[in-house]
T-cell receptor, first 112, second 114 residues
Framework: QKEVEQNSGPLSVPEGAIASLNCTYS??????FFWYRQYSGKSPELIMF????GDKEDGRFTAQLNKASQYVSLLIRDSQPSDSATYLC????????????FGAGTTVTVRA | EAQVTQNPRYLITVTGKKLTVTCSQN?????MSWYRQDPGLGLRQIYY???????DKGDVPEGYKVSRKEKRNFPLILESPSPNQTSLYFC?????????????FGNGTRLTVT
């Protein structure tokens, strides 16, 4: 079982719609959760992090964490063509502050 | 400008010819790490360093070496490259551990081993 799993997509949404991305993880004791965005041919960049159960909002992005069910999600509201990218879920396991496990990423395409 | 600089951006080499990919950061970050990215597998950690002279293995360390003699530099060494090391490599740094502060990534090095 992979440590972090994501639907590979591609996920295609019309402009203005909500894009919903899901991520599950295997280490029940995981403490920190991150979403990185990677444009084609570019390096990843952090867009959201969440540590506690519940929702965290930042502009058009909302991260949702449910530790009991071991999943974290990212919602992109009012999707724009500039949101077209691959979104990487990353999880820090309980045992190691220096290790970050990434999912394979979900590719999102926003149709104008 | 705060950045992580990797060199070279592209590298084509032959099996067995030793190579080094350099990584340098100008943000005084303590933590540095190397990842490889392959289609369908995502980013996998190769090695990381918590501070000068302190390194540890990630998930896929076989065939790689690293050193951290200075805080700003963290080179990745392939002593005897093989075709299965063909990949996109990223160096990253952060203030403290990757789970506690944002990772800043370099622009990547695309390596092809024939």
């Amino acid at each position: 079982q992979k440590e972090v799993e994501q639907n590979s997509g591609p996920l295609s949404v019309p402009e203005g719609a909500i894009a919903s991305l899901n991520c599950t993880y295997s280490d029940r004791g995981s403490q920190s959760f991150f979403w990185y965005r990677q444009y084609s041919g570019k390096s990843p960049e952090l867009i959201m992090f969440i540590y506690s159960n519940g929702d965290k909002e930042d502009g058009r992005f909302t991260a949702q964490l449910n530790k009991a069910s071991q999943y974290v999600s990212l919602l992109i509201r009012d999707s724009q063509p500039s949101d077209s990218a691959t979104y990487l879920c990353a999880v820090m396991p309980k045992s190691n502050d220096y290790k970050l496990s990434f999912g394979a990423g979900t590719t999102v395409t926003v149709r104008a | 400008e705060a950045q992580v600089t990797q060199n070279p951006r592209y590298l084509i080499t032959v099996t067995g010819k030793k190579l080094t990919v350099t990584c340098s950061q100008n943000m005084n970050h303590e933590y540095m790490s190397w990842y490889r990215q392959d289609p369908g597998l995502g980013l996998r950690q190769i090695y990381y360093s918590m501070n000068v002279e302190v390194t540890d293995k990630g998930d896929v360390p076989e065939g790689y070496k690293v050193s951290r003699k200075e805080k700003r530099n963290f080179p990745l060494i392939l002593e005897s490259p093989s075709p299965n090391q063909t990949s996109l490599y990223f160096c990253a740094s952060s203030w403290v551990g990757a789970g506690n502060s944002p990772l800043h990534f370099g622009n990547g090095t695309r390596l092809t081993v024939t």
